[in-house]
């Protein structure tokens, strides 16, 4: 068990230096820089330019830019952002960092409670009415775009009946009340079509059929055998999901204008701000890998015949 954590430590490890590598790459390979976007239209001499160049290193190889970007990172140093001059990129990620989490907490609570329940009785109730509007409920959340029901949250709960605020975080939980909704309906969507498909699968496993022969109420069955051999594809989405919701709020953050990560990534990325967005990049990553681990890791305590290699 051990090795096999270390082994896939080793292996997050190398994920991150080539995802960081190559997004170092890209981001220096776009068109523009970020001293003439700081610098607008303003008039400016050469001299002037290289000077900002030089102060912050662009006007070095990229490859070396890269070894000085990764050796600080190493010590726990980001660097400081252009755009907001002397801002270390770690106050930055801090200051919007619990926005998103508060964020994706929510919805991620609120898909796992109405989903997964919804899955299991869709399955259990299979061809009535109950298993059609979930299915089609399910449907729409999947082919609809994220940020056009956020759009036509926006236009009905807050331009319209003004029951809600339209953008940013400065009215308390109600500034959250509709990007959780559209992140929580967009997750659900997915969640009850894997729960039901799992659990119509369970249900009609030789185990269930056993269970049932042998006298067991239908209750002791369904929660006893169908759910418990149910929860390995859906612990497999959760784990995915979360991993992955916090790059998924890029969008919507933008469109609700709220002040987390993924707006602040969206700016940044506009900015050219390559401090800010390398250090996004790798937060992500670095998340993504660890929910994959942590994932892996879950099978073994919700199903014992999986045996991890030691």
Do not use: C
């Not at 009340?177 to 009609?204: D, H, N």
């Amino acid at each position: 068990m051990l090795r096999y954590v270390a082994v896939r430590v080793v292996q997050g490890a190398v994920v991150l230096a080539l995802i960081s590598l190559l997004t170092f790459g890209l981001i220096h390979a776009a068109p523009g820089s970020p001293i003439s976007l700081l610098v607008g239209e303003a008039r400016v001499t050469p001299e002037t330019i290289a000077n900002l160049e030089r102060r912050w290193g662009l006007d070095r190889p990229v490859w070396e830019q890269y070894l000085v970007w990764l050796g600080n990172v190493v010590t726990g140093d980001f660097g400081q952002s252009i755009t907001r001059t002397g801002t270390p990129v770690t106050e930055m990620i801090g200051e919007a960092l619990p926005y998103t989490l508060r964020l994706n907490a929510a919805a991620i609570t609120l898909s796992i409670a109405i989903a997964i329940p919804l899955g299991i009785m869709a399955a259990y109730r299979r061809n009535t009415m109950l298993d059609y509007i979930t299915t089609a409920t399910s449907t729409l959340g999947v082919a609809v775009p994220n940020y056009w029901i956020g759009l036509l949250l926006i236009i009905v709960f807050a331009s319209q009946l003004g029951w809600l605020p339209t953008y940013g975080a400065g009215a308390g939980w109600r500034s959250y009340v509709l990007p959780v909704t559209v992140l929580a309906f967009e997750e659900m969507a997915g969640l009850i079509r894997v729960t039901r498909g799992a659990t119509l699968e369970a249900l009609g496993s030789d185990h269930v059929q056993t269970a049932r022969a042998k006298g067991l109420r239908e209750r002791s069955v369904l929660t006893g055998h169908v759910v418990r051999n149910a929860l390995l594809p859906i612990v497999t989405v959760l784990g995915y999901r979360i991993a992955f919701i916090l790059s998924g709020t890029i969008v919507i953050e933008t469109v609700f204008a709220f002040p987390g990560i993924g707006r602040l990534f969206s700016d940044s990325l506009f900015n050219l701000d390559y401090q800010v967005v390398q250090a996004l990049v790798l937060l992500l990553a670095l998340i993504v890998v660890t929910g994959n681990l942590l994932t892996d890791l879950t099978y073994a305590l919700i199903d014992p015949r999986i045996r991890i290699a030691s």
